[in-house]
T-cell receptor, first 114, second 114 residues
């Protein structure tokens, strides 16, 4: 069975500082990997996804993530955060055979302050 | 295009009462999902429909939860009788089909069971 671990439940950061949100997955087969963002009182929105090919994936709002198969990681990064990036971020994994069946991590709360 | 619509946004009930949530997916999306998101946890898939048929309901507590998508469009999730541990946000999502790797989520229905 697949699983996702997000070790950091909360990440506080100052505006314009860089940030990295960590995600590790467990799977014995090839995977699809995703990052979703959830703003307060809203549904989840796709930030970026890795299906195959280049291991560096760029998403919306200046976010990027790098797939590292040897470390089974898919960390999310942004070089300079904004107050509006304050939200909950979820890493998710799926099997390419059932691409839409997502297993989510527990989420990381990114809190950006001035 | 219109997003995934859910109602009600908020519901407070007492334990042992019943509740129903409604979801209208994006037009043309064949696959519909119900996720349960308990506070502090990532979303967990309860049930997946392909058109009006159930694809996966392995994590649906069938003794109290039921869901239907009779005409292959909108869907209803029911809980009867509710327990305290059912307090959560119920997220509906849709995708073009089972092989699609992008889900569009609704804003969710927040249930509080007292």
């Amino acid at each position: 069975a697949q699983s996702v671990t997000q070790l950091d439940s909360q990440v506080p950061v100052f505006e314009e500082a860089p940030v990295e949100l960590r995600c590790n997955y467990s799977s014995s087969v090839s995977v699809y990997l995703f990052w979703y963002v959830q703003y307060p009182n809203q549904g989840l929105q796709l930030l970026l996804k890795y299906l195959s090919g280049s291991t560096l994936v760029k998403g919306i709002n200046g976010f990027e993530a790098e797939f590292n198969k040897s470390q089974t990681s898919f960390h999310l990064r942004k070089p300079s955060v904004h107050i509006s990036d304050t939200a909950e971020y979820f890493c998710a994994v799926s099997d390419p055979g059932t691409a839409s069946k997502l297993t989510f991590g527990t989420g990381t709360r990114l809190q950006v302050t001035l | 295009e219109a997003g995934v619509a859910q109602s009600p946004r908020y519901k407070i009930i007492e334990k042992r009462q019943s509740v129903a949530f409604w979801c209208n997916p994006i037009s043309g999306h064949a696959t519909l999902y119900w996720y349960q998101q308990i506070l502090g946890q990532g979303p967990k898939l309860l049930i997946q429909f392909q058109n009006n048929g159930v694809v996966d309901d392995s994590q649906l507590p069938k003794d109290r939860f039921s869901a239907e998508r009779l005409k292959g469009v909108d869907s209803t999730l029911k809980i009867q009788p509710a327990k305290l541990e059912d307090s959560a946000v119920y997220l509906c999502a849709s995708s073009l089909d089972r092989g699609a790797n992008v889900l569009t989520f609704g804003a969710g229905s927040r249930l509080t069971v007292l």
